[in-house]
């Protein structure tokens, strides 16, 4: 499971899918039902939400139910299938799975269970247009995280209620909480935490024609966006490169607001364009490395099939390889019957004939025991199940009994049995009543 995290981490999904598969198999083996869980979860991040989607919420219902009362991992596991199907824009199941969640959140009573259930809540509300049932699960979060809340915390509710104002048209709402957002996030030391708003603020200015203050915040915006996709790639090299074309970039916007300076605006239009080529060979490497995890997984399935399928064909072959064996056995006994029979009506060595066929059918053993031997594979368990259900019959009963499931009639069943017809009436009857009294 370390392992798995560390690929998932570095990005590596399909190293990490098929490291998590390996967990939840000696999860299995080992009977741990929670690690069995949390892979199930993983991998279901790992597929994607628009992957396979029977197999995501199979995958989460099974992590769900494996998480058992660990309640705040069970909550996180709706959660992460509320989101899915809101994603996809289907609110109503949603809204069902998370409304399970924030029953689980409540019985674990992690602060922080709650506050992801009430932040998906707003979230899909915002998504699905209702901004007032978004805006009272919004406030529903920051009550939960008014006693031990971080800055963090208090700049996405800023952010958040101010998007949600700005979508219904409330501007001077909008505008009050995009204010708060502006004052706080310009007390805090630019982070990887705080970049995405000067993004939000920049539009806001823009929106309020305050093309200045929205220049100021963009530049911010784009070198936050730069730093964090170097830092992603780990080039120190680039990094340094960037450092530089940010200096750039932020005199070109300033001298643009006093004098026009085209070599700069030049040199800023070019390092756009590049760094444009860059994000866009970026977006290109991810969607084939997606892809490929996507191919991966169904080739790993469809392997899967071919080797079940296969085990299934030879385990037919095998079966149909024993009835041939066991029907060419029988038709060659049958032969030798035959063939001794024949010689037994042409010749005139009747009785030595006769012990030859007798000794190829009994052997040296009991003819009665032949007989049974047949009865047994002919009817499974009957002789055991007779014993327990008729022990009062006796042993003559017992093989009148056995005897009527070859359909013999009275002489023949005589014959067999060394007596008479009449004793073979009495011994029938007999054997019904003990075993109607039974």
Known sequence: MENAYVQLDSGNKVEAMRLFKEAEHY??????????????????????????????????????????????????????????????????SAAYYLDQAMTYADQSGSTEAKRNVLSAFHAMYFNAGDYEKSAEYLN????????????????????????????????????????????????????????????????????????????????????GSKLREIERQGNNLALISHKYDSEVMRNELNQKIIIKQRVIVTVSLVATLVLAALLVSQIRLARRRKREAEINAELFR????????????????????????????????????????????????????????ETFVYGDKDHWE???????????????????????????????????????????????????VNMIDKLRGRRRKKMEER
């Open 302 to 357: 469809f392997k899967q099939q071919n080797q079940d399928l296969a085990q299934k064909h030879v385990e037919h072959e095998q079966i149909q390889q024993n009835y041939a064996d066991r029907l060419s056995d029988a038709l060659m006994r049958e032969q030798r019957i035959i063939l001794l029979l024949d010689n037994y009506l042409k010749s005139n060595k009747k009785a030595n004939l006769l012990k030859d066929l």
């Open 140 to 223: 529903r979060f920051w009550q939960t995280a008014i006693t031990d809340g971080d800055d963090n915390l208090l700049m996405y509710y800023y952010h958040d209620m101010g998007n949600i104002y700005f979508e219904s048209g409330n501007l001077d709402s909008a505008d009050y909480y995009y204010s708060r957002l502006e004052e706080l996030v310009s007390q805090t030391e630019p982070n990887e935490d705080t970049w995405f708003y000067y993004g939000v603020l920049s539009d806001f200015a823009e929106e309020r024609g305050d093309y200045e203050t929205a220049c100021k915040y963009s530049c911010l915006y784009e070198e």
């Open 27 to 92: 999860g299995h083996i080992a009977n741990q039902t929670l690690t069995v869980a949390h892979a199930r979860y993983h991998i279901a991040q790992c597929i994607g939400y628009y992957a396979d989607k029977k197999e995501v919420v199979s995958l989460l219902k099974a992590a769900a139910e494996g998480f058992g009362e660990d309640y705040a991992d069970r909550a996180e596991a709706l959660r992460e299938l509320g989101d899915f199907y809101q994603l996809h824009k289907q609110f109503d």
């Open 370 to 420: 032949v007989m049974l031997a047949v009865v047994d594979q002919l009817y499974p368990d009957l002789m055991e199940t007779l014993q327990q259900k008729f022990p009062n019959l006796d042993e003559d009963e017992r093989k009148s009994y056995i005897l009527s499931f070859f359909k013999l009639s009275r002489q023949e069943e005589a014959d067999y049995l060394g007596t008479t």
